[in-house]
């Protein structure tokens, strides 16, 4: 985690942190310990192996690109907190965007149960849930999704959202169609949020993301 408490009751981000201080969960209150190295991103961790709820199984590259979209956003001049905690619903999502859009960053596998469940969660307190997966893989004339990928899927607006890690890019999937099994075909675009020149910026899905579109890519003809 990347956001904990300090013995003040203060919510303290993991790049002001100290080794020096104690801190804890701001979720369960239980102790967590501080780490941080010359290959590791500063970031929070429960000591031993404890079984709560609110412990996520976040990888290092999560980190990073949590981080990096809460500064690209408030470079935006947008609100955002991260890992906010709703006690209502016991989630605290990666990032919210101006109190009415959480983001939620999934490089790794989890139970699509579970996709559902937060999905769901965040929609009852009136959060539009965004969820940001790995890139998949892309064949000469089509995609091929996994089942768990294809669980990401927005059914209404017929889109897809992934991180390709090899040049740090944001992807948008947009017009998915399933032609057959685990093949899709879909226009494929770069999203580059960024604060200059912003006459060039285009609103995706009412202001959820900020991009600019750089190439798109017709996988094939409907």
Not at 1 to 10: C, E, I, K, S
Not at 146 to 162: A, E, P
Request: net charge positive; proline share 2%; aromatic share 12%.
């Amino acid at each position: 985690m990347l956001v904990t408490m300090n013995q003040d009751g203060q919510r303290i981000l993991a790049k002001n942190a100290s080794k020096c201080q104690h801190y804890v969960c701001p979720y369960c209150k239980s102790s967590v310990v501080f780490k941080h190295g010359c290959s590791m991103l500063p970031h929070f961790a429960h000591k031993g192996r404890t079984k709560h709820k609110c412990i996520k199984t976040d990888i290092a590259q999560h980190y990073h690109l949590k981080l990096y979209l809460s500064q690209a956003y408030r470079r935006l001049n947008r609100h955002v907190q991260i890992e906010p905690y709703f006690a209502e619903i016991s989630q605290y999502p990666d990032i919210v965007v101006d109190s009415h859009y959480a983001i939620e960053v999934q490089l790794s596998k989890i139970n699509v149960s579970q996709i559902i469940h937060r999905t769901l969660g965040l929609n009852s307190i009136g959060l539009e849930v965004y969820w940001l997966i790995d890139d998949i893989c892309r064949r000469k004339s089509y995609l091929e999704l996994t089942q768990f990928q294809s669980s990401f899927i927005n059914t209404v607006s017929r889109t897809l959202i992934t991180w390709n890690s090899a040049d740090s890019s944001m992807i948008l999937y947009s017009q998915i169609q399933n032609i057959s099994g685990k093949k899709f075909v879909a226009k494929r675009s770069y999203l580059i949020i960024v604060k200059e020149d912003k006459s060039k910026h285009i609103n995706y899905l009412k202001n959820r993301f900020y991009y600019i579109q750089t190439s798109v890519e017709e996988l094939i003809l409907y």
